[in-house]
Antibody
Framework: QVQLVQSGAEVKKPGASVKVSCKAS????????IHWVRQAPGQGLEWMGI????????AYAQNFQGRVTMTRDTSTSTVHMELSSLRSDDTAVYYC????????????????WGQGTLVTVSS | QPVLTQSSSASASLGSSVKLTCTLS???????IAWHQQQPGKAPRFLMK???????DKGSGVPDRFSGSRSGADRYLSISNLQSQDEADYYC?????????FGGGTKLTVL
């Protein structure tokens, strides 16, 4: 069965960086885009960016341009999301999601989600 | 890029039915959307993909009580025979090339 298993909770100081991982299993890793979404306490879902595990190409939301980097390791079927220059308002649960593929192989909607990783930014 | 608008809250009684709405912005009324459920303290769960035609494909294990429909730019999620475990936040999602968009979410309270 499809599973996305994320790394554990992190506590970081302002200005630091955090790297969250998302390990995929139960399907062919390179056939599905992965995206990252975060949820601040009591808030809705905020889209961060997307990566194509096949070629490693990425696209980031404007709000995160310059601060976020998404990479993949095809040998371990893992996607990583690194967010730098952390601020207190980056405190949130970070989710990875697998995107269903359309006939051309492009990513569409989220059909599976990771369990979430809480990142707390505090001095 | 598209914008998705959802009511912030809805409520209905145990055993009754409810219809949640997600509205696509002007010029994007043909877009496909997806519905997700997020129970308190849990990750989102994919419920269904809803096409412009009104046809929908549900995720694995989603009960028959959940269905989708549309009217113009509005996309609906209907839940019948409401159960206590249906109390959750419901989000709609759409996409445009490499950008994804989420609605603000509707908090459903089961009375």
């Amino acid at each position: 069965q499809v599973q996305l298993v994320q790394s554990g909770a992190e506590v970081k100081k302002p200005g630091a960086s955090v790297k969250v991982s998302c390990k995929a299993s139960g399907y062919t890793f390179v056939n599905h885009y992965i995206h990252w979404v975060r949820q601040a306490p009591g808030q809705g879902l905020e889209w961060m960016g997307i990566i194509n595990p096949s070629g490693g190409t990425t696209a980031y939301a404007q709000n995160f341009q310059g601060r976020v980097t998404m990479t993949r390791d095809t040998s371990t079927s893992t996607v990583h999301m690194e967010l730098s220059s952390l601020r207190s308002d980056d405190t949130a649960v970070y989710y990875c999601g697998r995107l269903a593929s359309d006939r051309t192989g492009a990513g569409t909607f989220s059909d599976y989600w990771g369990q979430g990783t809480l990142v707390t930014v505090s001095s | 890029q598209p914008v998705l608008t959802q009511s912030s809250s809805a409520s209905a009684s145990l055993g009754s039915s409810v219809k949640l709405t997600c509205t696509l912005s002007s010029g994007h009324s043909s877009y496909i959307i997806a519905w997700h459920q997020q129970q308190p303290g849990k990750a989102p769960r994919f419920l269904m993909k809803l096409e412009e035609s009104g046809s929908y494909d549900k995720g694995s294990g989603v009960p028959d009580r959940f269905s989708g429909s549309r009217s113009g730019a509005d996309r609906y999620l209907s839940i019948s025979n409401l159960q206590s475990q249906d109390e959750a936040d419901y989000y709609c999602e759409t996409w445009d090339r490499n950008t994804r968009v989420f609605g603000g979410g509707t908090k459903l309270t089961v009375l």
